[in-house]
């Protein structure tokens, strides 16, 4: 089997998975303790509420003619895969809300475990190169349509309306456990999209930057990148030096750095995914996420 088709049955199997997590964080943990936690989900929880609707018929009803909408103004920006996300979340909320009982009916637990099932469910489904609809295509058609509006800013909107009507049907406690669920579900798809391998970006400046590349090649065993650059203020031409390391050789850096220049410029930025030498492989990455 080449690898095309290994990555399509993955991506699958990846979408599919998720989707049944995400059902059941809505199934065992928010739906049934009333927190609407954005989305169509959350619409989908307050008309379980308020009408007996079940769950996941309306997150299909609702998904559908999105999708089909989407398709015609997007085009090919919206795949399959987001068709099959949808369908296999909202059967699978169906068909599990009468099997399985809530898990627990304290609020707080509801609201943060129902967001790390509900961001790894998510997590993977975005891995898979899909989505499970709701919010992501309201939010795409939002910024089509209203270019001002980001997509980002998009999501922020739509889901804060459904807290806010969560607020008003149920009670404002219910709404800010639902903000709760939404800040947690969100960190877990970022650990799940990036990993939990934080490196570091390391940015040096310093008029002994030959010293420092040297000490780094050799004593820490890492690539740099010289770039060059010169002083806004000054007009000189100097070196500035790019490493990454990972987050056990930070003090290790700081030590050498200030060993050989104590007045080196040195910037630090959080890299969420290292690929490469010396990390992990870009063709590991490519074939096995």
Do not use: C
Not at 61 to 71: G, M, R, S
Not at 169 to 183: C, K, P
Not at 222 to 251: C, F, P, Q, W
Not at 266 to 275: D, G
């Amino acid at each position: 089997m080449n690898i095309v088709k290994k990555r399509f049955i993955k991506d699958y199997i990846m979408i599919t998975i998720g989707a049944i997590i995400t059902a059941l964080s809505l199934v065992i943990l928010t739906v049934p303790n009333k927190i609407a936690a954005g989305g169509v989900s959350g619409v989908a929880t307050i008309f379980y509420h308020m009408f007996g609707f079940k769950v996941g018929i309306v997150i299909l009803v609702i998904n559908v003619p999105l999708f089909l909408v989407a398709i015609y103004v997007l085009g090919g920006r919206i795949g399959i895969k987001t068709l099959w996300g949808i369908i296999v979340l909202s059967l699978t909320v169906d068909i599990l809300t009468p099997i399985l009982q809530p898990l627990t009916n304290e609020f707080i637990l509801a609201s943060i475990y129902g967001g790390v099932l509900a961001g790894v469910g998510m997590g993977l489904v975005f891995r898979g190169g899909g989505t499970t609809g709701g919010t992501d295509l309201i939010a795409a058609l939002t910024s089509y349509f209203f270019p001002h509006f980001s997509i980002g800013q998009g999501l922020f909107l739509i889901d804060g309306l459904v807290i806010a009507l969560a607020g008003i049907v149920f009670d404002v406690e219910l709404a800010l456990y639902a903000a709760i669920t939404i800040f947690v579900s969100t960190k877990i798809i970022d650990i799940i999209q990036e990993g939990f391998n934080i490196s570091k970006s390391v940015f040096i400046i310093s008029d002994q930057s030959k010293e420092i590349k040297d000490e780094i090649l050799n004593k820490m065993r890492r690539g740099v990148t010289a770039l060059k650059g010169y002083g806004g203020y000054s007009g000189r031409e100097k070196d500035v030096l790019m490493v990454t390391i990972n987050r056990a050789e930070i003090t290790k850096i700081k030590n050498l750095i200030r060993e050989i220049d104590e007045d080196a410029f040195v910037i630090m930025n959080e890299a969420h995914e290292v690929l490469g030498e010396g990390f992990k492989r870009i063709n590991d990455k490519a074939i096995n996420e």
